[in-house]
Each structure stands twice: as C-alpha cells, then as structure tokens.
C-alpha cells in the first residue's frame, strides 16, 4: 500500500485542488486539508482488477478509520460487497479524482458520485422496483415487482459509442440494460446494435424508466 | 502496449470546460475518433486515466459514428491531434552469407 499512498501524496502536492497532505497515520492513511481547514483521512488501495472486501476490511480494524477509500488505478471496478462494507462504515469510495469532491462536501464519509447517486434514487423511486443494489461500482441488480430482476450498466458517457458497449461488457461481464449517465447527447446507432448483439438494450434515462415497468 | 502503435489515422478532440480554459476544471474531456473498432478497442487498453494531472474522461467512438450524431459540433470540440497513418517497415533479410 506504501509506494501507491506515496503515488497519490504526490499527485495532490502536484495539482492546484488546494489540498495539501498534513500527515499520515500509523495506519498510513493521508491526512489531508482542504483550503477552508476541513481535514479528513483517505485510504489508498492498489488494486489492479476488483476491489472485494478483503480489500477494505482490515483498513477500518485499526484506531484510525478513513472517511474515504480510493483505489489506483482507477479503471479497477469496486465489487458490491465492498461497496456495502465501506458505506456501512460508514465511508465512502471512489478513485484519486474524487479525494477533492469528498473535500468539498466537508463530510468525506458521506460522499457519494452524483451521477451513480442519481442513477440510484431514481430507480428506488420507481413504482415497479423494490429494491435496488450494487453489482459493482456502476452495475446496479434492479429487483423489480412485477417482471424479472435486472442488471443495469451505467456508463458516464454523453455520447455512447459502440466502443463504450465492448468496454462494458469485457469490464463487468453479463448486463441487462446498459444506459448513459447524461441526459444529453446520443447512442449511436452502432452503439444500440452492439448491445442487442449482447441480447442487451441500450438506452437512455428516460428509456431505462420505462423499460422498468415492462 | 504502446499508445503510437495504435493511434495511427486517429483525431483527438477536448471538449468540456478544459477545452473552455475553464479555470475550475474537475476532469478532461477527450473524444478520440478511430478509424475500426478494433482501434478504439486497443486504445482503451492503451491509455491510463491516471497519469494525467485530472481525471479524465474518454469517449472513442469511430469516425463514422461521430458524423452521425455531429459529435464536433454538439460538443463544441477543438481538434487537438491529428495522427498520420503508421508506417511499418518490413525488416530486411540479411544478404551475409
């Protein structure tokens, strides 16, 4: 964990996010400041492919608990159960890029992605799911009321490519539904037959609530 | 893998508020257009988001999807790069005897 802690101490000394690394716990965890004095502890993982549990369970067995988990590289996917131990923390996750939206919230462990969080309250809300779940970090299993449980890729895209589709599906296996996180831009069409080619659906947000009741 | 390898014949566009010189930028927004699908494949593999100095964001799409939905224009993108295409050179078999 030492030299990919030493990595992301260096990236922020680097940047102008106005943080600055303060110190380190024995846990070597960053303490980092933001400019208006807020101080929290962030965890630093090196995980090449799935962060598990495994992963983030003894980081919050110590004194010290992080209010916020990030892992390197950030093309790594967070598995559901990982997610769920780090929220129950309670925490939060994300990649070096987020270290600096957890410092604007001025709460890290409550810090969620806001497009992944819009993604969630919306499908909560609607009338024909009953429960909505992490698969991975953008994978969410949708249990439904009436018609079958499905998985739902989001991938952060305002225009989604049929490149967008082959990444998804090497990244996280079988989906459903795979949906782009704006409300703006297009799916190509190479991108709407690339997915049916998987037996999966490419759709919208505004697609994806109605694919919901179906 | 090496990123020169695959990029032959391809255009890299920011878009987004680094292409505005926003100065509060949070990512980089880069469209590359590939010339198949299976450039774009291996230039997924090929680019590492982390050794930039902000996160980035990477849309690859072929050059014909990107005339079908007017990407340039809906994105308001500056070409940033234009790639010639890659030439090999075929190794020569040697003449010693």
Not at chain 1, 20 to 48: C, H, M, N, W
Not at chain 1, 93 to 111: E, L, Q, V, W, Y
Not at chain 1, 156 to 178: L, P, Q
Request: with cysteine.
């Amino acid at each position: 964990m030492g030299s990919v802690t030493n990595w992301v101490a260096e990236k922020l000394a680097e940047d102008e996010q106005h943080l600055k690394v303060v110190g380190r716990t024995p846990e070597e965890f960053l303490v980092i400041e933001s400019e208006d004095s807020y101080i929290f502890l962030v965890a630093v993982l090196g995980v090449q492919d799935v962060v598990q549990v495994s992963h983030v369970q003894p980081l919050f067995g110590g004194v010290n608990k992080p209010q916020l988990v990030v892992n390197v590289p950030s093309k790594a996917l967070w598995s559901g159960s990982a997610i769920d131990f780090v929220h129950s923390a309670p925490s939060a996750f994300g990649t070096m890029g987020d270290i600096a939206r957890a410092a604007a919230t001025k709460a890290a462990n409550s810090f969620r992605d806001k497009s992944m969080g819009f993604f969630i309250n919306a499908m909560e809300q609607h009338t024909n799911v009953s429960a909505v779940s992490y698969l991975y970090d953008s994978v969410f299993r949708v249990d439904r009321r009436n018609g079958a449980s499905l998985t739902v890729a989001v991938i952060d895209a305002y225009n989604m490519s049929a490149e967008d589709v082959r990444n998804a599906r090497t990244r996280v296996g079988h989906f459903d539904v795979i949906v782009k996180s704006s409300s703006y831009g297009s799916i190509t069409a190479q991108a709407w037959a690339t997915a049916e080619s998987m037996g999966a659906q490419a759709l919208t947000f505004g697609e994806l609530m109605k694919r919901l009741s179906r | 893998m090496s990123l020169g390898a695959v990029a032959g014949e391809t255009e890299w566009h920011l878009f987004g508020s680094v292409n505005r010189d926003c100065p509060d930028a949070s990512d980089i927004d880069l469209m590359i257009f590939c010339k198949s699908d299976a450039q774009a494949d291996m230039l997924r593999q090929a680019i590492d988001p982390d050794s930039l100095s902000l996160p980035l964001h990477l849309s690859l799409l072929t050059f014909e999807e990107a005339a079908v939905i007017d990407a340039t224009s809906v994105q308001q993108s500056t070409v940033v790069l234009r790639l010639a295409p890659i030439t090999t050179t075929k190794a020569i078999p040697s003449t010693d005897t």
